[in-house]
């Protein structure tokens, strides 16, 4: 096992200022934020701004050793996406994470966040890349039980779950109770 933090909690610091923080936390490696409106060190605006994140990224990789454990993107959205996988392929990273559109108690929400996984995994598996969704408080996924729906809606080998426990218990779970019921597709 490795353990990771998601460079979204450096946000207002360089990309070699957030590993090296991370690297003296004594974590493993990083997941890349590429979260659009959150300061992002990986940036997907446009050609010329990816290409700076990439090199700055492989810099501080290499002089940390961090390794890139995954990216998260959040968005759905295909064009987005496709740019994320374009990158994740470039860089190494083997997961790009999302997470669930629709609200907590909307009719047929996770049935609708199911087509949408579908159809993002695809975009992923193209590229060689897992495809990762948590549950998120307020969205169609929110705890264990939606999310367990949500695996059986989507039986597909490249999606998994990405377990973050400060979600599991702002829904009101216990996560070390929780996690044992969906660890198996954990990434």
């Known amino acids: 096992m ?3 933090v998601n460079s979204v909690l450096f946000k207002p ?13 004594g974590y493993d490696g990083v997941e890349l934020s ?7 060190h990986l940036k997907l605006t446009d050609a010329e701004a990816t290409a700076q994140s990439i090199k700055d990224i492989k810099e501080a990789q ?16 295909p064009t987005l996406l496709r740019k994320a996988c374009a990158a994740a392929v ?7 994470n999302v997470g669930p559109n629709g609200k907590t108690g909307e009719e047929g929400g996770v049935e609708f966040c199911a087509e949408t996984i579908r159809n993002s995994a695809a975009i992923c598996k193209a590229y060689g890349i897992t495809l990762c969704m948590k549950a998120h408080v307020g969205a169609s996924v929110y705890n264990t039980p939606t999310t367990q729906q949500l695996m059986s ?5 490249n ?5 973050d426990p400060s979600h ?19 990434k």
């Open 90 to 96: 470039e860089l190494g990273v083997p997961i790009i």
């Open 34 to 40: 590429a979260i659009p409106g959150m300061n992002p």
């Open 13 to 25: 610091f360089s990309v070699m200022e957030a590993f090296k923080g991370i690297k003296q936390a």
């Open 62 to 77: 290499a002089e940390t050793g961090l390794e890139l454990l995954s990216m998260e993107l959040a968005s759905q959205d």
């Open 168 to 186: 599991i218990t702002r829904a009101g779970e216990n996560p070390a109770e929780a996690l044992p019921g969906i660890a198996y597709r954990v």
């Open 2 to 4: 490795k353990l990771g």
């Open 153 to 157: 809606l989507v039986p597909n080998d």
């Open 159 to 163: 999606f998994g779950v990405d377990m």
